[in-house]
């Protein structure tokens, strides 16, 4: 087994473990928020890493070892079926370092039998809007981790977005819950039915995107109740009120929670497949 000794490496940098689609995102969204400290990203495909460096300006770390040895934060960020592999490969850490891991479903008792202490666990799930800085990302840490330590994630993370502190058993709840593919997916099959009644594209998705975005946007931003926003939207009898009642004759919520329970059981065949 490997161990890396850090004693005399300097420890300033962000490192990433993954340079797929989640670790593009929060580095964009890092570098709107004007956050121009090292970042160090390790990925097995060249490609990635080329990407990443001119997009914005990350480090790049082929040699796995090495990037760990740069971690002051480790984030792990590939995919479930990855996890198990890539802490064997880590192997031995031999200084306190604080990872926290992006995976869908991969618990944190799991990672502590990967990689254990001196490493302080944390989950976190990130939203892909992080780009744009409005992300939402849950968190949760393992027991014993300081408040300073919690503290600095925590700002890391804000500065795409809010966070939440998730209790671990809610983590698979929120994460089929929180998807901006709920939203894209409404837009298309909102879009795409107004195209069949005769708006141009243009028109249909400038049109649907304000009945999801706008219109959610002013709940959050008005403190108005939902119920009473649905009200408002929906006089009886109305054109409104006639769409809603027939979508939910259609089962517009079953199949809503039917989507979000399929979501929850591929969580439970990812830990199991961990295991």
């Known amino acids: 087994m490997h161990e890396i000794n850090v004693k005399r490496t300097r420890e300033k940098a962000i490192v990433f473990l993954g340079g797929g689609r989640i670790t593009g995102a929060l580095v964009a969204g ?16 060249p490609y990635k ?21 740069r971690a002051r934060l480790l984030i792990v960020a590939v995919r479930p079926d990855s996890v198990s592999e890539l802490l064997r490969a880590i192997g031995k850490v031999e200084r306190p370092l604080t990872a926290v891991s992006l995976t869908a479903g991969v618990p ?39 408040r300073s330590v919690q503290r600095d994630v925590h700002n890391l993370f804000a500065r795409v977005g809010p966070v939440l502190a998730i209790p671990e058993s809610k983590f698979d709840a929120f994460t ?28 249909a998705l400038t049109a649907a995107a304000h009945a999801l975005a706008d219109g959610i946007s002013a709940w959050r931003e008005g403190n108005i109740r939902l119920d009473r926003l649905l009200r408002e939207a929906a006089t009886p009898g109305g054109i409104a009120t006639t769409v809603m009642s027939s979508m939910n004759k259609a089962g517009y919520a079953r199949v809503v929670e039917r989507g979000l329970r399929a979501g929850m059981a591929r969580a439970r065949r990812t830990r199991s497949s961990e295991g």
């Open 30 to 45: 890092l570098r709107l928020a004007g956050y121009h400290k090292p970042i160090v990203v390790h990925d097995r495909n």
């Open 49 to 69: 890493l080329r990407q990443l460096r001119r997009k914005y300006g990350v480090k790049v770390e082929a040699n796995l070892h090495r990037a760990v040895e």
């Open 108 to 146: 944190l008792a799991k990672l502590r039998a990967g990689l254990g202490p001196p490493v302080r666990w944390a989950r976190a799930m990130p939203s892909p809007v992080c780009r744009s800085g409005r992300g939402l990302t849950a968190l949760t840490f393992e027991r014993g981790i300081s």
């Open 176 to 203: 089929v819950t929180y998807s901006c593919s709920h939203g894209y997916q409404a837009l298309a099959a909102l879009a795409t039915g107004a195209e069949k009644l005769g708006l141009d594209r243009k028109s």
